[in-house]
């Protein structure tokens, strides 16, 4: 087992100042959670990626002709990140063409991450982007009118990487029908050992279960309030997330319908990751 120095807390991991490792992080809404878990995401539905074998390539399209490179006041591209047949990071930049569905020319797995990389004077999206794969037209995941980063609580580690999580945040609006208890779950999946990618059958291993406050019912007595929490593993101790582990935050409603805004943080240190401090 390496011998880990001190580095000085985790600012300078957070700052990209130490050799082969990072930080991802992702906040995301889901405004109609159903009775079963499935990932906080700005689809508000349960994600779908790509899955294993060949891949696929992706496409992106947004709701509005403003979002064109070059001449719209709104998003001009994109940078897509993800993970290539033999789940290794790739990445790619595609240049937005208003409501034209543009293809990108890598083949992925699994889409970790997309967000705006140029924009017009609006400086965000003027419509709302569309990710999905091209062969299946299953949707990846959205990025907001207005906003620049795809919207989903769910990550997968590359297999030159080895993940951490330490823990995660969600909060519980109210919404006008009561959801009875609501619950958020950190879950994971081991690709090849519990599950396709499209198919996978999920650990929780950790959890907060909030009482939804009845947007029906007035704040004096007891209702229209959110449920907020974090949980966070004992003694600050991360869960370690192996190569080719998918993690998520993923909710479930007591009753009805619950919406869940959260947030997920993984520290990812490559195969040659160290505590080298590259800059002070």
Same mark, same amino acid.
């Given at each position: ?20 490792a990072g930080v991802e992080q992702f906040r995301a809404d889901n405004a109609t959670v159903g009775t079963s ?70 083949? &992925?797995? %699994?889409?970790?991450? !997309?967000?705006?990389? /140029? +924009? $017009?004077? *609006?400086?965000?999206? =003027?419509?709302?982007? @569309? ?16 906003k620049v980063e795809m919207a989903n609580l769910i990550y997968m580690v590359p297999a030159n990487s080895t993940?951490?999580? &330490?823990? %995660?945040?969600?909060? !519980?609006?109210?919404? /006008? +029908? $009561?959801? *009875?208890?609501?619950? =958020?779950?950190?879950? @994971? ?92």
């Amino acid at each position: 087992m390496a011998v880990m120095q001190a580095v000085g807390g985790n600012i300078l991991l957070a700052a990209n100042l130490i050799q082969n490792a990072g930080v991802e992080q992702f906040r995301a809404d889901n405004a109609t959670v159903g009775t079963s878990f499935e990932t906080i995401s700005n689809n508000d539905a349960d994600v779908v990626q790509i899955g294993e074998g060949a891949g696929d390539t992706i496409d992106v399209v947004s709701s509005s002709g403003d979002d064109v490179m070059t001449t719209g006041t709104g998003g001009w591209s994109v940078v897509v990140e993800g993970l290539d047949v033999n789940f290794l990071p790739q990445s790619e930049t595609i240049e937005l063409n208003g409501a034209t569905a543009v293809p990108g020319l890598l083949t &992925y797995v %699994f889409v970790n991450r !997309v967000y705006l990389s /140029a +924009a $017009g004077t *609006g400086l965000a999206l =003027a419509g709302q982007l @569309t990710i999905a794969d091209v062969t299946g037209s299953t949707v990846i995941g959205k990025i907001d009118i207005g906003k620049v980063e795809m919207a989903n609580l769910i990550y997968m580690v590359p297999a030159n990487s080895t993940g951490y999580c &330490y823990g %995660f945040t969600a909060d !519980v609006d109210a919404v /006008a +029908a $009561g959801a *009875g208890m609501v619950e =958020a779950a950190l879950q @994971t999946v081991r690709t090849g050992l519990q599950g396709a990618i499209a198919s996978e059958t999920w650990d929780t291993i950790g959890k907060l279960s909030q009482s939804e406050g009845d947007g029906d019912v007035v704040q004096a007595t007891g209702g229209n309030a959110n449920g907020s929490g974090g949980f966070e593993f004992p003694g600050q101790v991360p869960w370690v997330l192996p190569p080719k582990t998918i993690v998520r935050v993923a909710g479930k409603a007591g009753t009805g319908t619950a919406a869940i805004t959260g947030t997920l943080q993984i520290v990812v240190h490559g195969v040659n990751a160290g505590t080298t401090i590259t800059a002070n």
